[in-house]
């Protein structure tokens, strides 16, 4: 009867275990479960330990320079950024050199900000489109109105209170460059390197192990590479999101095909013993 139960386990229909495997996936879809992950990634902690240290009214411009192609990793990136920054009562303004990002930008200041009761010209400010990312990065080395002197909504910058004191990278905390370009590049060379501005950085996963000669020089103070990145930094700042959803699908996925291989084989093995 045993043998009999066993040899169907093994010619089980391919469909039900597709089936299995999409409830699985379907579960953290719901809910984020937080799967135990006590490997963070050390330049992902670099990040947080970064801005956690920063002092409350601190100033950081975050360029998101990603578009829907890349949105499933870096997106949740984003997010959990602003949302540590502004835990932190900093000062926070967006900016963006891809066109495909500017919806994506409205999507988080739709919602973020309400959750740390964050007023725009205020908390924060979202600056407008810019083309031509080498004049924009050395400008805002001297004078960033001469760039930015209207935000998204055409209101004046210079006498928000998000602005006060900031002209130009010597009065900011740190830049941010979450992309899924190489624009990262470029703003660690005419920002970073040039007006000695503290780097910090959001890629996609394919792109991440490029950096590391960054990190090691100091020019970038921490990385945050891909969805597992996401999910990490979800975790320490204690707001799971779509990151840590992600991660979730990928680790119940694994967990099913170890558990059939594991099982065929024992099975297996006792069906040629005995």
Known sequence: MLRKYTEKFLKMDRRLIFALLTILMFIPLIKPLGLPNKAVGVSCQQVYDFIENLKPGGFILISLDYDPSTRPELHPQAKAVIRHAFRKDLRVAVMTFLPGSTGLIEEIFATVPKEYNKKEEIDYVVLPYQAGFVAVMTQLGSDMYSIYDKDKNGNPTKKMPVMKGITNYDDMSAVMCITGTALLDQWVLYAGDKFH??????????????????????????????????????????????????????????????????????????????
């Open 197 to 274: 501005v503290p780097m910090l950085g959001g890629v996609t996963a394919v792109s991440q192990p490029g950096y590391g000669p960054y990190l090691q020089k100091g020019q970038l103070k921490g990385l945050i590479g891909g969805m597992k990145g996401a999910a990490d930094y979800e975790g320490l700042i204690g707001k799971l999101g779509k990151g840590t959803t992600g991660i979730d699908v990928l680790n119940l996925g694994h967990l099913l095909v170890l558990f059939l291989i594991i099982t065929s084989n024992i099975i297996l093995f006792f069906m040629k013993r005995f």
